[in-house]
């Protein structure tokens, strides 16, 4: 707005303008051309606290607070002696020392010959509404900040038709997929990381989300390098219907699922092997073995004890390779299983000789278990190896597990993380693959296994991480 104002006195009614001026809720003054004030209207007093008397032959900088510097104020009057309007925030002072903020807009005002004769200021009080804004930019933020301290890749959308923009992400979201804030801002999401052909499965999403659907599905989507991988997705639609915002987390799990697939191809080469040795050893295990009985009818000899001893261990050891193989698989089907239940019917199943057992636990967790089984039938069979035919064996609960301890000799410091290691032994009759089947089976449950010391000094396998079951 240039140019020279049409003058006040001239032919307007000025009681009527007057009056206007008066009853206006803003504060108007005016000066003259150096800044002293001449008039000050009823809102002008209520808002500074001087009186009219006090104001008017007063200079405008009784206003002043101090937070402006030299530069804003020359910078104002430049303006204004232009001929132009000035407008803009001002923090100025109340006449108690208060300060207050005002949104001012200073107009020049011309006289009959063109000339500036003075200058009048509005000043509407914006205090309430600039605190307002300060405290909703620190809300803001604080939520940026608390969204950044989120290790997990977050970003908040908003439907614009069938498009989702991006109204915030965290770092993590602009670490992990490569984009820039400004890359990211009023995007379309879509647009940014769902490839071509994971287009439907994205629109498919959006709609469930949008019925106020909370969607959780693994996805495929890109980065900015072009680079795909694999994230579970959890959508959260938010407010009222209809739902046009969610919050959406990508956890990138594309080196778990490689992990799993690499897992399941080894395991499937493994039990493959395993499965080809077992029968290529037992094709002549079988021949061997009924030679040996009818030998058996033909001669009395010492060396016959030995072969079969022999023979037993080497069917052993094609068992155990088979199980080897097969308990490296994970665990998809489980259920409620009784920990003393199956114990027992473990230690049915093992030649226990003169040992004991003894059941300190009523709990029931979740496994499968057959190969719960199968890890007590190894460490039955482990301890009575190690600990003498006559040892005692304790099942008993832990804080989320449970545990297996014997009263034997016990496993020294230095020699416990090896213990689970294939064909490790430390008796001749061992074939050095049982507790390796039974870490296999511990890992393929999701828990964890260690070595200790029992009270009686023998050993004691822990069993953690274990799911208790709630079913009756």
Known sequence: MAGPERPIDGSMDLHVFREAVERTGHAIYWTDTTGRIEYVNPAFEEQTGYTAEEATGSNASILQ??????????????????GDVWEGQIINERKHGERYVVKQTISPITDDGGEISRFVAVNEDITDLRESQESLQQERNRFASLLDAVPVPLVITAFDDDALKIEQANQAFSDTFGFTDSQLSGASLDELIVAEDASAQAAELNEQVRRGERVRREVRRHTADGAERTFLLTATPF???PHEELLATYLDITDRKQAEEALKQRTQKLEGFANVVSHDLRNPLNVASGHLELLIDEYDSPHIDAIRTAHE????????????ARHGKTIDDTESVALADCVRESWATVETADATLTVETTATVVADESRLRQVFGNLIRNAIEHGGEDVTITVGDLDGGFYVADDGPG?????????????YTSTETGTGLGLAIVREVVNAHGWEITVAESRTGGARFEIEGVTRSTAN
């Open 65 to 82: 607070s101090g937070v402006h510097g030299t530069q804003f104020y020359e910078r104002l009057w430049e303006t204004i002696l232009n």
């Open 239 to 241: 407010r009222s219907k």
């Open 411 to 423: 496993i020294p410091d230095s020699e416990r993380e090896q213990v689970f290691e294939a064909n």
């Open 313 to 324: 261990r080497m069917e052993e050891l094609v068992e155990n390779v088979l199980m080897l």
